[in-house]
């Protein structure tokens, strides 16, 4: 079974949302800088060589270096929101990891997976806390729609653990979840998604 909502109506704790983190100026602009540039094959870590790897299989979808000033703009307001991030998840969050800016094009899609390690690894994907996707562009089912599938699905959120529930993704909502929980991306059935990613990390001394 799964359940569709709307950002704002995730009734979980597990679930932090921010409806208008982007204005519309900012995302039309990361949507025109993203459109322009064909990207690279997004990548997924290898549990068993701890390498970073392309896979159609598990991920299709393609990452895109956003011009600095937009970069810049967009991980200031997520560092005006790290307090709230903070007392959300009980605990203290160094700085975000590097943005990552991704396209999905029809087809395209990011298989079940955690974002987080739990093994200390060399990348540091053991230390992720909080994921952290903001919506470009809406999908079918929200105001302005302009691509069909894509939802967020993310699991292990219902009672019934053979549920999900689908993320309908809305242009300039933040939406965060624990790094461990599973989750997806569904493929896209036409048009194309635009999507931020980043995590927060829990402060080194945590592991010493």
């Known amino acids: 079974m799964t359940v569709r909502c709307r950002p704002r109506d995730c009734r979980s704790p597990f679930v932090f949302v921010r409806d208008g983190f982007l204005e519309q100026a900012l995302l039309e602009a990361i949507q025109r800088a993203m459109v322009h540039e ?29 011009p600095d000033a937009l970069e810049g703009a967009v991980l200031e307001r997520l560092e005006g ?11 203290p969050l160094e700085e975000s990891e590097a943005l990552a800016a991704l396209r999905y094009p029809s087809g395209a899609y990011y298989r079940t997976h955690r974002d987080a390690s739990v093994q200390p690894d060399p990348l540091g994907l053991h230390r992720r806390v909080a994921s952290i996707v903001v919506f470009v562009n809406s999908g079918e089912g929200a105001p302005g729609a302009s691509f069909a599938g894509g939802a967020l699905r993310l699991h292990e959120l219902l009672e019934d653990i053979t549920a999900a529930v689908d993320v309908t993704p809305e242009a300039g909502t933040l939406i965060a979840f624990p790094s461990s929980l599973l989750h997806e991306v569904t493929t896209v059935t036409s048009g194309e998604r635009f999507s931020l990613v980043t995590w927060m990390l ?7």
């Open 81 to 91: 929101v790290r307090p709230d991030l903070e007392r959300w998840c009980g605990q």
């Open 202 to 208: 829990r402060p080194d001394h945590a592991h010493q």
């Open 38 to 66: 064909a990207g690279d094959a997004a990548e997924i870590l290898d549990a068993h060589t701890g390498a970073l790897r392309t896979t159609t299989e598990i991920r299709r979808a393609w990452e895109v270096s956003l």
